[in-house]
């Protein structure tokens, strides 16, 4: 009988736990205090399996931002919990919230954030380097994976927005991630390159990557596995997509 119960509680630790990307409990991030306090994010509770692709809907000051920024530890909630790849935020001092930022987020932005002064191999090159294995070869391979193997010497200035955005996504993959987020990674973008993008977000799921795009584009939901909606800091809505359509079927 002890025996069995051991054996239930094993598997349950062994199958559970990689499973989950994310699980935010009760979230809240409040900016300011008394009245002039803002609920960025109110009670937030939701869960994202692995290896999906999570677009999470929200007009412009919904709390998009803040979420990513509260999931990347880039800042810290005002109320609730957190868990990511099984390791609960609020319980990391700050050498290990920077060490969790390097090991397990991907950081993919609107507008690039490229080092003009830096090639694109350079780019991919200063993140890889930080976790100082190979840094060459892999920022070659992480370029060669999202289609910019002939490019690796141009510099930001000499590549179009759409390449500009495939070397920030080489970027954020050089670490081998097993999270990305994506802040409207296709916001700055014409419609076919922002198609292409979300090819290469779509084909890093599939190698086992796990995804969560934030936008105010609503057609973006369709090629999700998982819609989440924001409205003023509340979740309203949380449901998966049962056919989520090819990147290249979008319109918008
Ligand atoms: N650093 C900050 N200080 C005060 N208020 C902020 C700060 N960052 C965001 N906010 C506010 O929080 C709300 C959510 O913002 P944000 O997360 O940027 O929304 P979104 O990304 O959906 O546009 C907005 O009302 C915004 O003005
Ligand atoms: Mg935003």
Redesign the pocket.
Known sequence: MSHHARHVATAATVDETPRRAIRAENLT?T??AGSTA????EDVTFEIPRGELVVML????????????VIGAL?APTGGSLEVMGTSLSDLDEDERTRYRLSTIGFVFQFFNLVPTLTALENVELLAELTGDHAHRRARQALAQVGLGDRVDHFPGQLSGGEQQRVSIARALVKDVPLLLC??PTGALDIDTGKHILRVLRDTTDRGHTVLL?T?NSEIARMADRVLR?LD?RLVTDEPNATPLAPEALQW
């Open positions: 991030k900016y300011g803002v609920h960025a994010l929200g007009p412009s000051g919904s709390g998009k931002t803040t979420m990513l920024n800042d802040d409207e934030v105010h924001l800091g």
